[in-house]
């Protein structure tokens, strides 16, 4: 007797009057459901219930078109096998079995039933466990190498941790979906390890035993870069924020990363020339301590129908001017792209960031809370399509040569740190009527990399300007623009450009601006009430006891926001504290 195919389960209980396929219940009792079933397979073997199970196993649930009929009961038995847990050695070979089918790999399993083999044309994965099922040992084999062992699947598998385990093998295939026979795919994962080389060999170039891993993402040639192991590919990460580096070191022990890219291989229609062995000579060699490249000879490398790639875990807003640039460093096109207001696509990746919920990108008004400071409201000017305005979101970059990675890096960097002024912005609150008591700010995007802040004056009605010009990731100028005939606000270029640099939030920047200018406006009123000759003790005692505090909270931070230094690699090291974040406002004399 032939096994039904699976989906035809809901029809023969739809006829029985249990379920219909619109997914309407009709008025029947568990009991007499039950009934049912039992009278449907009563007199079929227990090898036909095998095989009706292996033959669900052995076909990967695909994601259910919604208007399917058996949709709702596909969801379900999703979740059902993500939620169980693996309790046995033979459910967790079943678990393995059905992973590595979905994948599109082939599975073995040894006679003694403890190891299981997880093979392609082109590598394997041996997993040995015990007879309670736990993972004694993982290794992976490439083509043509010794097997090694991978402590990273090993860790995964023993917290069952599947969707983790299948995003690597996923990853180990692609790796090889170069198009023809085992040679040509081995060509590129030769090509693949040769880059590697390379670019480990000028991670290297400026890394000494003091050297912080703050201070490598933010200044080493290419990061700060995890070669390969095991299953995980090699990772770059580029950039981290003031404030995750505070997170970090309020949180001991913890991870903090920055922005990262994966290092890979990909297929291409079109062939292009690859290197198959390291091509740095010697590392300091070069002019300005960069290295030295061996010419790209035919001996030396190979037309592949590949390339490499960088690619992020989530797409990067970037810049019409930014991806152009990075395209005449590889001289290759990015493929792809749609192009749409840069400030649009900030603050949509932002809101996806942010937000566990779905929001309407459609807000351009949002509200920031800081401690000790009246509400901000933002609105955001989005632009247009037009010149520097627009942008597109990046999921890869393609590239062919090694010696194109630092001057990407370096880009992908300032993109980042401009996307991180923009984003700090944007928050999951909106507004949606006028508020007398907010701070209202507009953010306007300039040319290139600079963008304009404009609010009203905090003593007269005009209004008043900074515009922030980010140079590169470690610098940045602003310019505060005043009507002539206005106050002066107490924060001079070089005060704003410098509390930009050390916490990369608008609001934080602004709040201080406003907090200088609150000093300049008590002050003020107290020289009309001593021109007025109006004294008053009591009140005039107790502004003098609280400005003796702000002094003293003040003088504390003053050497922090104050002082410049030059030398980037130096301000890295510099510890930052939540109060000095806090303080980024706090009251100063300018020198």
């Known amino acids: 007797m032939s096994v039904p195919p699976f989906p035809r389960l809901i029809p023969d209980l739809e006829n029985r009057g249990g379920v219909s396929c619109h997914g309407v219940v009709t008025a029947i009792s568990t009991n007499a459901l039950m009934e049912q079933l039992r009278l449907k397979y009563q007199q079929r073997p227990w090898t036909e219930t095998l095989k009706l199970v292996y033959f669900c196993m052995d076909n990967p649930l695909r994601r259910p078109v919604s208007n399917a009929p058996d949709g709702p009961l596909l969801s379900c038995m999703e979740k059902i096998e993500k939620t169980l847990n693996a309790k046995s050695m033979f459910s967790v070979m079943d678990t393995l079995e059905l992973l590595s089918r979905q994948k599109g790999l082939t599975v073995h399993v040894s006679p003694s039933g403890t190891a299981c083999y997880i093979t392609s044309m082109m590598f394997y994965v041996e997993i040995q466990l015990e007879k309670d099922g736990d993972v004694m040992d993982v290794k992976l084999a490439h083509f043509e190498e010794a097997p090694v062992v991978c402590d990273d699947l090993v860790q995964l598998l023993r917290m069952k941790n599947y969707d983790a385990f299948g995003k690597i093998l996923e990853d180990l295939s692609n790796m090889y979906q170069i198009p023809g026979n085992s040679k040509m795919k081995a060509k590129g994962y030769l090509a693949l390890q040769a880059l590697e080389k390379d670019l480990y060999s000028m991670s290297l170039l400026d890394r000494t035993q003091d050297l912080n891993r703050v201070t490598e993402v933010l200044n080493g040639k290419v990061g700060h870069l995890v070669p390969r192991t095991g299953g995980t590919p090699m990772n770059i990460e580029f950039y981290i924020s003031p404030y995750q580096v505070l997170e970090a070191e309020l949180n001991q022990g913890s991870q903090v990363c920055g922005t990262k890219t994966v290092v890979t291989i990909e297929s291409t229609d079109a062939l292009h020339k690859l290197p198959l062995s390291p091509l740095i000579v010697d590392p300091r060699a070069g002019e300005d301590s960069n290295p030295a490249f061996l010419q790209l000879t035919d001996e030396l490398s190979m037309d592949l129908p590949a390339l490499f790639v960088l690619k992020f875990h989530k797409p990067v807003p970037m810049s019409l001017s930014s991806i152009e640039e990075i395209q005449r460093l590889t001289g290759i096109q990015i493929s792809g792209l749609k192009l749409a207001p840069l400030y649009e696509l900030i603050v949509q990746s932002t809101l996806k960031e942010k937000c566990s919920e779905d929001l309407s990108t459609n807000k351009s008004c949002f509200l920031v809370s800081l401690p000790d400071c009246p509400k901000h409201c933002y609105f955001i000017n989005k632009g247009s399509e037009k010149s520097d305005l627009a942008g597109a979101l990046v999921s890869k970059i393609p590239f062919s040569h090694p010696k194109c990675v630092p001057d990407v890096i370096e880009i992908l960097r300032h993109q980042v740190a401009y996307n991180t002024l923009i984003s700090s912005c944007v928050s999951e609150k909106h507004i949606n009527e006028d508020d007398s008591e907010l701070l209202y700010f507009e953010v306007v995007p300039d040319k290139n990399s600079s963008f304009s802040v404009f609010f009203l004056h905090p003593v007269k009605e005009n209004l008043a300007c900074v515009v922030i010009d980010v140079i590169t990731s470690r610098e940045v100028q602003c310019h505060l623009h005043l009507n002539p005939q206005d106050p002066t606000l107490n924060s001079s270029d ?98």
């Open 494 to 591: 070089d005060f704003i450009a410098r509390a930009v640099k050390r916490c990369m939030s608008v609001p934080v920047v602004m709040r201080a601006v406003f907090r200088n200018a609150a000093k300049v406006k008590a002050d003020s009123e107290t020289q009309d009430m001593d021109m007025e000759q109006q004294p008053e003790p009591q009140l005039e005692q107790t502004t003098d006891s609280n400005s003796l505090k702000e002094s003293l909270s003040g003088a504390g931070q003053q050497d922090w926001v104050v002082t410049d230094k030059p030398n980037n690699t130096d301000s890295t090291k510099e510890n930052l504290s939540t109060a000095k974040l806090e303080a980024l406002g706090d009251n100063r004399e300018e020198k």
